[in-house]
Protein backbone atom coordinates (compact mmCIF):
# COMPACT_ATOMS: atom_id res chain seq x y z
CA UNK A 1 0.00 0.00 0.00
CA UNK A 2 1.57 3.27 -0.91
CA UNK A 3 0.59 7.11 0.10
CA UNK A 4 -0.57 8.33 -2.76
CA UNK A 5 -4.47 10.07 -2.81
CA UNK A 6 -6.23 7.23 -4.22
CA UNK A 7 -10.21 7.13 -5.25
CA UNK A 8 -11.28 3.04 -5.26
CA UNK A 9 -15.06 2.24 -6.79
CA UNK A 10 -16.07 -1.29 -6.45
CA UNK A 11 -19.28 -1.92 -8.54
CA UNK A 12 -21.45 -4.82 -7.07
CA UNK A 13 -24.89 -6.83 -8.20
CA UNK A 14 -26.89 -9.53 -7.31
CA UNK A 15 -27.52 -10.39 -11.06
CA UNK A 16 -26.24 -10.28 -14.32
CA UNK A 17 -27.24 -7.51 -16.94
CA UNK A 18 -27.62 -4.84 -13.79
CA UNK A 19 -25.70 -2.21 -14.98
CA UNK A 20 -22.52 -2.62 -14.02
CA UNK A 21 -20.32 -1.99 -17.06
CA UNK A 22 -22.63 0.49 -18.18
CA UNK A 23 -21.73 2.57 -14.56
CA UNK A 24 -17.89 1.54 -15.19
CA UNK A 25 -18.27 3.64 -18.29
CA UNK A 26 -19.64 6.68 -16.73
CA UNK A 27 -17.02 6.49 -14.16
CA UNK A 28 -14.35 6.05 -17.01
CA UNK A 29 -15.59 9.24 -19.15
CA UNK A 30 -14.71 10.78 -15.17
CA UNK A 31 -11.42 9.73 -14.99
CA UNK A 32 -11.36 6.47 -13.48
CA UNK A 33 -9.57 2.98 -15.05
CA UNK A 34 -11.52 0.37 -14.95
CA UNK A 35 -10.43 -3.34 -13.97
CA UNK A 36 -11.97 -6.48 -13.05
CA UNK A 37 -10.76 -9.44 -10.51
CA UNK A 38 -11.81 -11.22 -13.34
CA UNK A 39 -9.64 -9.88 -15.82
CA UNK A 40 -6.42 -12.59 -15.49
CA UNK A 41 -9.18 -15.27 -15.86
CA UNK A 42 -10.83 -14.06 -18.60
CA UNK A 43 -7.45 -14.25 -20.45
CA UNK A 44 -6.98 -18.07 -19.46
CA UNK A 45 -10.12 -18.51 -20.96
CA UNK A 46 -9.30 -16.42 -24.00
CA UNK A 47 -5.93 -18.49 -24.44
CA UNK A 48 -8.10 -21.68 -24.01
CA UNK A 49 -10.81 -20.96 -26.75
CA UNK A 50 -7.77 -19.62 -29.02
CA UNK A 51 -6.47 -23.28 -28.56
CA UNK A 52 -9.44 -24.45 -29.89
CA UNK A 53 -9.49 -23.15 -32.98
CA UNK A 54 -11.85 -20.10 -32.55
CA UNK A 55 -11.62 -16.98 -33.87
CA UNK A 56 -10.77 -14.01 -32.07
CA UNK A 57 -14.03 -12.15 -32.83
CA UNK A 58 -15.59 -15.49 -31.65
CA UNK A 59 -13.34 -15.62 -28.66
CA UNK A 60 -14.73 -12.23 -27.86
CA UNK A 61 -18.31 -13.04 -28.04
CA UNK A 62 -17.91 -16.27 -25.87
CA UNK A 63 -15.46 -14.52 -23.11
CA UNK A 64 -17.47 -10.91 -23.39
CA UNK A 65 -21.07 -11.10 -24.84
CA UNK A 66 -23.75 -11.18 -22.19
CA UNK A 67 -25.27 -13.77 -24.78
CA UNK A 68 -22.14 -15.63 -25.66
CA UNK A 69 -21.11 -16.08 -22.32
CA UNK A 70 -24.72 -18.26 -21.97
CA UNK A 71 -23.72 -20.22 -25.35
CA UNK A 72 -22.66 -23.73 -25.09
CA UNK A 73 -19.23 -24.63 -26.66
CA UNK A 74 -19.56 -27.85 -28.07
CA UNK A 75 -15.74 -28.91 -27.66
CA UNK A 76 -16.07 -27.97 -24.44
CA UNK A 77 -18.87 -30.64 -23.72
CA UNK A 78 -21.54 -27.94 -24.25
CA UNK A 79 -20.42 -25.95 -20.99
CA UNK A 80 -20.22 -21.86 -21.12
CA UNK A 81 -18.11 -19.49 -21.23
CA UNK A 82 -19.60 -18.00 -18.10
CA UNK A 83 -19.40 -21.51 -16.88
CA UNK A 84 -15.67 -21.67 -17.32
CA UNK A 85 -15.08 -18.57 -16.38
CA UNK A 86 -16.79 -19.37 -12.66
CA UNK A 87 -14.74 -22.49 -12.11
CA UNK A 88 -11.52 -21.33 -13.44
CA UNK A 89 -12.21 -18.77 -10.97
CA UNK A 90 -13.53 -20.05 -8.08
CA UNK A 91 -13.13 -23.75 -7.80
CA UNK A 92 -9.78 -23.42 -9.18
CA UNK A 93 -8.18 -19.60 -8.37
CA UNK A 94 -9.77 -18.71 -5.20
CA UNK A 95 -10.23 -22.64 -3.95
CA UNK A 96 -7.17 -24.36 -5.10
CA UNK A 97 -4.40 -21.68 -5.56
CA UNK A 98 -5.30 -18.93 -3.16
CA UNK A 99 -8.15 -17.53 -1.74
CA UNK A 100 -7.13 -13.72 -2.70
CA UNK A 101 -5.39 -14.66 -5.94
CA UNK A 102 -7.89 -12.71 -7.71
CA UNK A 103 -7.83 -9.46 -5.59
CA UNK A 104 -3.63 -9.47 -5.67
CA UNK A 105 -3.61 -9.63 -8.93
CA UNK A 106 -5.95 -6.04 -9.35
CA UNK A 107 -5.21 -4.19 -5.59
CA UNK A 108 -1.26 -4.37 -6.14
CA UNK A 109 1.37 -1.41 -6.21
CA UNK A 110 0.87 -0.54 -9.54
CA UNK A 111 -2.68 0.27 -10.11
CA UNK A 112 -4.25 3.42 -11.14
CA UNK A 113 -4.88 6.57 -8.85
CA UNK A 114 -8.55 6.20 -9.90
CA UNK A 115 -9.63 2.92 -10.42
CA UNK A 116 -13.59 1.14 -10.59
CA UNK A 117 -13.40 -2.81 -10.10
CA UNK A 118 -16.95 -3.79 -11.95
CA UNK A 119 -16.87 -7.78 -11.15
CA UNK A 120 -16.85 -7.35 -7.46
CA UNK A 121 -18.62 -10.60 -5.92
CA UNK A 122 -16.98 -12.19 -3.08
CA UNK A 123 -16.33 -11.21 0.66
CA UNK A 124 -13.12 -10.84 0.76
CA UNK A 125 -12.82 -8.53 -2.38
CA UNK A 126 -15.53 -6.08 -0.49
CA UNK A 127 -13.28 -6.32 2.68
CA UNK A 128 -9.37 -5.66 0.25
CA UNK A 129 -11.11 -2.77 -1.05
CA UNK A 130 -12.31 -1.23 2.23
CA UNK A 131 -9.15 -1.87 3.57
CA UNK A 132 -7.50 0.10 0.91
CA UNK A 133 -9.66 2.94 1.36
CA UNK A 134 -12.05 2.42 -1.13
CA UNK A 135 -16.31 2.49 -1.57
CA UNK A 136 -17.92 0.05 -2.63
CA UNK A 137 -21.39 0.47 -4.51
CA UNK A 138 -24.15 -1.77 -5.15
CA UNK A 139 -25.87 -1.60 -8.52
CA UNK A 140 -29.73 -3.29 -8.63
CA UNK A 141 -32.14 -3.57 -11.87
CA UNK A 142 -35.50 -4.36 -10.84
CA UNK A 143 -36.34 -7.96 -12.05
CA UNK A 144 -32.98 -9.10 -12.81
CA UNK A 145 -32.19 -12.11 -10.18
CA UNK A 146 -29.27 -14.30 -10.20
CA UNK A 147 -29.55 -17.11 -12.91
CA UNK A 148 -26.76 -19.53 -12.59
CA UNK A 149 -27.00 -20.42 -9.23
CA UNK A 150 -23.45 -20.74 -8.80
CA UNK A 151 -21.38 -19.81 -5.51
CA UNK A 152 -20.21 -16.74 -6.74
CA UNK A 153 -23.30 -14.82 -6.97
CA UNK A 154 -25.61 -13.10 -4.38
CA UNK A 155 -22.72 -13.43 -1.51
CA UNK A 156 -22.62 -9.72 -0.70
CA UNK A 157 -26.28 -9.43 -0.15
CA UNK A 158 -26.79 -7.96 3.44
CA UNK A 159 -23.42 -5.73 3.36
CA UNK A 160 -23.39 -2.16 3.40
CA UNK A 161 -22.37 -0.15 0.68
CA UNK A 162 -21.73 3.35 -0.08
CA UNK A 163 -24.06 4.24 -2.74
CA UNK A 164 -27.32 1.84 -4.23
CA UNK A 165 -28.12 3.03 -7.50
CA UNK A 166 -31.31 1.31 -8.56
CA UNK A 167 -31.22 1.21 -12.59
CA UNK A 168 -34.85 1.63 -13.08
CA UNK A 169 -35.41 4.08 -15.94
CA UNK A 170 -33.03 4.97 -19.08
CA UNK A 171 -29.55 5.03 -19.62
CA UNK A 172 -29.71 8.78 -19.11
CA UNK A 173 -30.54 8.47 -16.11
CA UNK A 174 -28.41 5.81 -14.75
CA UNK A 175 -25.94 7.97 -15.70
CA UNK A 176 -26.87 10.99 -13.79
CA UNK A 177 -27.22 8.72 -11.08
CA UNK A 178 -23.61 8.15 -11.30
CA UNK A 179 -22.60 11.24 -11.66
CA UNK A 180 -24.83 12.55 -8.72
CA UNK A 181 -22.94 9.76 -6.78
CA UNK A 182 -19.42 10.60 -7.41
CA UNK A 183 -20.25 14.37 -5.37
CA UNK A 184 -20.50 11.98 -2.50
CA UNK A 185 -17.65 11.63 0.03
CA UNK A 186 -14.41 9.54 -0.26
Known amino acids: MSDREQMIIGLYSPAQQSG ?47 KGKETPIPVLDGKTSRYLQQTIGTEWGRELIARDLWVKAVLNDRRPDMLVIDDLRFPNEYDAIREEGGQVWRIYRPGQEPTSGHPSEGLLEGREFDEEIVNDGSLSELEAKVRNALTGPF
Not at 34 to 56: H, I, N, Q, T, W
Open 20 to 66: KSTVANELIRHGFVRKGFADALKGMVRALLAAFGFAPEEVEHFVLDG
